[in-house]
């Protein structure tokens, strides 16, 4: 097993490395989940939680990926029309949960590796009724950072909400859910906030939950009426995955005393070392190589690096392997054409720089 241990090593974009003493705060006995004990852990954590979305709202916490809370959230959207925005995979997959909730439903695409535009957005909700919006803020797959504040805007100028998927932006990017009057925002643990994967974490505001009500065929597991009246009592409305909560609940506690803030910062500052060193690289490896979000539209989450035709995703990983380091491929249709280092979580700059120095000594090594 000692081959496993990772310390400091694993630079995926998802799930992300998680501390030692996390992993084994889920060894803890047992507890009821109706009972004193198990609310006062998710009253702290949720706490915490509201911290890290800058809310005063209760944050949802679901046993499951993320995906169930997108799910979730399209279910229980106002009836009518969603536009889904793609610039992504998994931008694409929150309109694949629209379609297989059997929506009225468009897509507006946006080429992999930009952001989405809030003009064109604008327009497109000018020329047809929409009742949501699905947009993804941080685009794991592509490294784009949408400005979700402007996005939600435009949907609110046209009558429609904004459902937001915030898996890699959440504890890595500002996020701020009741200063930018966001309707539903959701994440998942094993991103940015470096815990093992299995929850989901979710914010919808008054008005988003009020009008949920309305809608007959939420379904059960993942309807946000139910989790806002389980969360008014600090529980859950099923069994949770306990052993998950006491590692969140550790996490969150570090997180908190970490400050939201300086987590986003130190986000910022190891995604600007990464361009600084993905431009040095290009001076040897050509200029086909390059950051493929453009300047300014880049999440601090993860950079995804466009390969020049003489390499594969799959060698560079090998590579970069063989010198001790873990790096993800590119994702969905960009798997072998690009590469994508995960610079968030907990890992440090100090951290992050020994792992470009083992991507440098690969990326040389792979020089015909
Ligand atoms: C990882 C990820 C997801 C999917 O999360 P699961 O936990 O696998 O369901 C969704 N959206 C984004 C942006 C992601 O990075």
């Known amino acids: ?39 006062s852990v998710f009253a702290r954590l949720t706490a915490s939680l509201q911290l890290v979305f800058a809310t005063s709202r209760p944050v949802y916490v679901c046993s499951s990926s ?4 997108m799910e979730g959230a399209i279910r229980c959207a106002p009836a009518g029309r969603v536009l889904s925005l793609v610039n992504g995979a998994f931008s694409a997959r929150f309109a694949a949960a629209a ?5 009225d439903m468009d897509v507006l695409e946006v080429p992999w590796g930009e952001a989405v535009d809030p003009d064109v957005v604008r327009s497109k909700l ?18 784009a950072l949408t400005d979700i504040r402007a996005v939600t805007a435009a949907a609110h100028e046209h009558g429609a909400v904004c459902l937001v998927d915030s898996v890699t932006g959440i504890g890595a990017a500002e996020l701020l859910f009741d200063a930018w009057g966001l309707d539903f ?8 906030l470096a815990l093992p994967p299995g929850l989901a974490f979710a914010v919808a505001s008054a008005e988003f939950v009020q009008g ?45 005393a970490e400050t939201v803030q300086v987590r986003w910062a130190r986000h910022a500052a190891m995604a600007q070392r990464t361009y600084e060193w993905v431009d040095a690289l290009r001076s040897r490896h050509g200029d086909a190589l390059h950051v493929l979000a453009p300047e300014g539209r880049r999440t601090p989450s993860v950079t995804t690096i466009t390969l020049p035709t003489s390499l594969t995703a799959g060698k560079v990983l090998r ?5 001790g380091y873990t790096i993800g491929s590119g994702y969905g249709k960009n798997k072998e054409t690009t590469v994508r280092i995960g610079h968030m979580g907990d890992h440090t700059m100090e951290g992050l ?3 470009l120095a083992a991507c440098d000594a690969a990326f040389d090594a792979l020089i015909v």
Do not use: W
């Not at 993320?66 to 809370?69: E, R």
């Open 66 to 69: 993320a995906t169930g809370l």
């Open 1 to 39: 097993m000692t081959g496993l241990l990772t310390n400091g090593t694993f630079f995926f974009p998802g799930p992300t490395e998680v501390r030692p003493e996390v992993l084994r705060a889920m060894t803890l006995p047992m507890i009821p989940h109706r009972g004193p004990q198990f609310e």
């Open 126 to 143: 000018a020329s047809t009724q929409y009742a949501a919006v699905t947009v993804v803020h941080s685009e794991t797959s592509t490294g």
């Open 185 to 192: 925002v959701l994440t998942g643990s094993q991103k940015a």
């Open 319 to 323: 590579a970069v392997s063989e010198r």
């Open 353 to 355: 720089e020994r792992c």
């Open 212 to 256: 949920a009500r309305a809608q007959r065929d939420r379904g059960l597991y993942f309807d946000v009426v139910e989790f806002d009246a389980y969360a008014a009592k600090n529980q859950t409305p099923n069994t949770p995955a306990i052993p998950l909560f006491f590692a969140a609940d550790l996490q969150l506690a570090a997180i908190v």
């Open 99 to 103: 379609r297989a909730c059997e929506r």
